[in-house]
C-alpha cells in the first residue's frame, strides 16, 4: 500500500496535527507500508530528518501566528500527489490547500481518508468571527464529503460531524506513550520547588491561545493552598501573564523536562471547550495525574468524574476554583483518581492507533472512491 498524507500542519511545527501526522507516517513506515508527507515550507530554520519522504509545497505565514505556515494549491501539490501514485490519499484536518489534495483524488478515483482534527467552527465562535461559521462548515461539507471514511477523534465530533450531513464517520482517539508519560518521572524536588508553601500543584499543558479559553483559570489561580503552573507558548502568553500573575509560566517544555512536570502535578487541569479531544489529558493519565476538564467537547469524554477526575461547568470559573480547592485536601482521593486513570490508558498506545488506521486505509480501499471520477480539468 502507498499513502499521502496530505496535511496543514508538520514538523518544525509544533500542534496535535503536526504531531499526529509524523507518528503515523513513522507507523506505516515501521509497517512496510510507503507514506509520503506533503506540507506547507517551514519557515527559516532547522528542519528535521524523517526516515521517509517529505515533499514541502509552496506556503505562506499567517500573520497572527509566527510559527504557522499555510500551503498553496498550486500544481506542486499534483506534482507530489503524481510521483508517489498512491492508493490511499490520507487529509489529516482538511480544509485549506488539501481541498486539492482531494479534487486530485476524486479525478482519479483514489479513495480519501479524511481526519477531523481541529473545530475551525467552533474557533469563529472563540474569535468572535461567527458570522463566517456556515462558511466554514460548507467548505468543510465540501472536503469531508469527497472522502471514503471520515475519522473523529471523540464519539461527540461524530455526532456534531454527522448532524451536518458528513457520512462515512468511524471514531478513532489518539493513543498515547505510556512509557514517556510515566509516574516514574514524578520528581519531587520539582514539586517542592514549584510549591514553597506545600500547595497543591495543579498544571496546564498546551498552546497558550484564545480558543484555549485560560482565562477561566482566573479564580484558580488566586485561590489559597492552589499553586498553578502553565506550560506552553502561543499569542496569549503576554496577556495571560498579566491577567493570572500568582501562575508560575514554564515556556515550552519538551522530552525529559515535560515527563517531569507531568509526573510531579498533584491536578491536571484542561479548560478548552472547543476540543476535539484532548490529548494532554490522556498525557496527564498516563503520568498517574488525575484531571478537572471542561465539561464540553472531546476532552470531556476522557474524564470519568469520580474515577479518573471531574468536570466542571463551561466558563463557571467560581466553580473550577472551589471543586480545586475542595480537593486540596484530598490527596489520597487524587491518588487514587490519578492510578486509575494510568491503567484506563495502558492499552491507547500509538501503535493501536496506527494499526486501526491501517484497517480503515484497506475499507476505504475496498469501498473504492467516494464519487465516479470527474473528467480531468486544468490546473495551474
Known sequence: MRVALVTESFPPQVNGVARSVARAAAHLTARGIEPVVIAPAPGPGPRPAFDWPVVHVPSIQIPAYKHFRAGLATRALDDALDAHRPDVVHLASPFGYTARAAAWAERRAIPTVAVWQTDLPAYTRAYHLTAFEQLVWHRLRSIHSRARVNLALSECTAKALAAQGIGGLAVLPHGVDTDRFHPRHRDQNLHDALTPDHELLVGYVGRLAREKQLHWLTDLAATPGIRLVIAGDGPRRRALERLL?????????????????????????????????????????????????????????????????????????????????????????????????????????????????????????????????RPAVPTA
Open 245 to 373: 500573575p500568582q501562575a508560575t509560566f514554564l515556556g515550552a517544555l519538551h522530552g525529559t523536562d515535560l515527563s517531569r512536570l507531568y509526573a510531579s502535578l498533584d491536578l491536571f487541569v484542561h479548560t478548552g471547550p472547543f476540543e476535539t479531544f484532548g490529548q494532554t489529558i490522556q498525557e496527564a493519565h498516563a503520568s498517574a495525574v488525575p484531571v478537572i476538564a471542561v465539561d464540553a467537547g472531546g476532552a470531556a469524554e476522557l474524564v470519568d468524574p469520580g474515577v479518573d477526575g471531574t468536570h466542571f461547568p463551561p466558563g463557571d470559573t467560581t466553580a473550577l476554583a472551589a471543586t480545586a480547592h475542595a480537593l486540596a485536601d484530598r490527596r489520597d482521593l487524587l491518588r487514587r483518581w490519578g492510578e486509575k486513570g494510568r491503567r484506563k490508558v495502558q492499552t491507547r498506545t500509538w501503535e493501536a492507533e496506527g494499526d486501526a488506521l491501517i484497517g480503515h486505509y484497506e475499507r476505504a480501499l475496498a469501498l473504492g472512491p467516494a464519487r465516479a471520477p
